[in-house]
């Protein structure tokens, strides 16, 4: 509560009298009080009964009368203060108008039917009108709009990427040329000097392709985000007849030629297997569940001149952009947060070839995503100073050492951050899973980081509406020496088994509704182990069968 001018509060202290008998004595207990009290009258009677050894059998009178005291008082107090406020009133000491105007600015701003109506947002609004206009014979124009921004981006990075690798080539003839000379007219510090040279000159390059990139795609959202909000307005009138001209605005721009090698592709991408199962004790869930061999990107990649497919899959992907059906994926990252090495830098190139206009930028969301891990930092820090986090999984404390002496900003093993998308092929959110090296051993268990992460990842579907969920099978993304047939089907085996578990735990997070689930192998592994993995997934999930009726005669 605010302060009235000219009031000066102030403190008095009252002496708190208590008597009770024990025996023939009669005790008195005194205690000076500094009103108003500040502290809890619980903790106040017990230390009382604490300090000066009061019998027990006195404990209930002795909180009754402190709890009287103190009310009175403090009611007392109030009495006089007000008394003292009213007189001040009638002498003019206080201005009566200004008296009046507090009171209404107090009231306003804490009575709710008062309170000012919240103020429409841009994204929510652009939201509802592009949710509209997908679902309106509109949607062709619009993806045709996103297919020509996209080409031009893509064309774009095309002429960086043959700038750069002019630049690598020029610059590599150059060394050789240094190399050469070593030795003879040429020092270790000449050489050190060049290659300082070369290495600014391609920042500098990198930096002035970014900015472009990023201007570029800035524009591109503003003009897209005014069109389709002047396309929308122009619909609501009915009168308009330039709306069908707008809407007719180049109707095949996606239908063209497919390029050489693109059937081929996606046939090879193709090589999936579909099974329909039920999960629960008496209510059972029907869930699909898919196992698809492809490159993790294949499900973010665009294509500039694709099959048939290709528009369906941006159509059905922008349909359902603000639904109750979104697509996610997960993503195999290491413990930084950032896109600069890895599957995380190929990803964010795939991002940037194509403008969001719904969402911040992938740098954008990673920079939030970084504030966040530093604050989570800082909490466990505070915790850990309490108490000592307990090891968990048989870790020893020199273990739980590192992960206390690890770098703030940096994510453990299987906790995981989220971005989210709108300029992606067949995905609306990235889940970026943690991982560390143990995942390429073949003794894992059930309690693994990376087990555990799935588990909290599927449970974000269920309260966030994600009903499409791809996870790598084999916690990996590409295949390497170690990975034997035995070691890909105790994996496969592990992971199904967890997944079926987390699906069982569904039903209760989101009342049991059916989801898709597409288990993921790296393309590089074989059809004769494709078709292991395919017929070990009935062996452990309760897939469906055929019924054939047939009539008798």
């Not at 709890?67 to 007189?87: G, K, V």
């Not at 974000?460 to 990975?483: A, K």
Request: aromatic share 8%; charged share 25%; net charge negative.
């Amino acid at each position: 509560m605010k302060k009235n001018k000219g009031k000066v509060n102030t403190t008095t202290e009252k002496e708190f009298v208590f008597r009770f008998r024990a025996g023939r004595n009669v005790c008195v207990l005194k205690v000076p009080l500094q009103f108003p009290v500040q502290e809890n009258v619980s903790d106040l009677h017990g230390r009382l009964m604490l300090l000066h050894k009061i019998p027990c059998f006195v404990e209930n009178e002795l909180k009754s009368t402190l709890s009287t005291f103190i009310e009175s008082e403090t009611i007392q107090d109030y009495d006089r203060e007000a008394e003292l406020a009213l007189q001040r009133l009638t002498t003019g000491e206080v201005d009566i108008n200004q008296l009046t105007n507090t009171w209404a600015k107090a009231y306003s701003e804490t009575t709710l039917e008062h309170a000012r109506p919240e103020e429409p947002c841009w994204d929510e609004d652009f939201a509802d009108v592009y949710h509209e206009l997908i679902h309106s014979p509109a949607s062709d124009t619009l993806l045709n709009l996103e297919h020509n921004y996209f080409v031009s981006v893509s064309e774009l990075i095309s002429e960086r990427d043959m700038e750069l690798n002019k630049l690598q080539e020029r610059q590599a003839a150059e060394m050789d040329k240094v190399m050469q000379e070593l030795g003879k007219t040429m020092t270790d510090q000449d050489v050190n000097a060049v290659a300082s040279q070369h290495f600014d000159a391609q920042q500098v390059l990198e930096n002035k392709w970014a900015n472009e990139l990023k201007q570029v795609t800035h524009i591109q959202k503003q003009e897209y985000q005014e069109w389709v909000i002047k396309l929308h307005q122009d619909m609501q009138n009915p009168n308009n007849s330039t709306i069908n001209e707008e809407i007719k605005v180049q109707p095949s721009q996606l239908t063209v030629e497919s390029e050489p090698g693109a059937r081929l592709y996606e046939e090879h991408r193709q090589l999936e297997e579909s099974f329909t199962i039920h999960l629960g004790a008496q209510l059972k869930t029907m869930h699909n569940l898919r196992l698809v061999r492809a490159d993790v990107l294949d499900f973010c990649k665009h294509r500039r001149h694709g099959s048939s497919g290709t528009k369906l899959r941006r159509l059905q992907t922008a349909l359902s952009l603000y639904s109750s059906s979104l697509c996610g994926l997960v993503l195999l990252v290491d413990n930084r947060v950032n896109s600069y090495s890895g599957i995380k830098r190929d990803f964010a190139t795939v991002s940037k070839e194509c403008t969001d206009f719904h969402f911040p930028r992938l740098e954008e969301q990673l920079e939030v995503v970084q504030q966040v891990v530093l604050y989570a930092w800082a909490q466990r820090s505070s915790k850990h100073k309490v108490q000592p986090e307990v090891p968990r999984n048989g870790t020893n404390s020199e273990d739980k050492n590192k992960h206390l002496e690890r770098n703030p900003s940096n994510i453990l093993p299987g906790e995981f951050y989220i971005s989210r998308h709108s300029n992606l092929s067949e995905v609306h959110i990235v889940f970026h899973l943690c991982v560390d090296d143990n995942v390429r051993s073949g003794n894992i268990t059930a309690r693994d980081p990376a087990i555990m992460g799935l588990r909290n990842i599927l449970k974000v579907c269920c309260t966030h509406d994600i009903t499409t969920i791809t996870i790598p099978l084999l916690l990996v993304h590409d295949m390497s020496e170690e990975m034997t047939i035995p070691w890909c089907l105790k994996r496969a085996e592990l992971v199904f088994k967890c997944v079926k578990g987390f699906m069982m735990e569904m039903a209760s997070w989101d009342g049991g509704i059916s989801r898709t689930v597409q288990f993921l192998v790296p393309q590089s592994i074989s059809e004769e182990m494709f078709y292991q993995l395919s017929n070990m997934l009935p062996q452990i999930f309760r897939v469906s069968s055929t019924l054939t009726l047939t009539s008798k005669r």
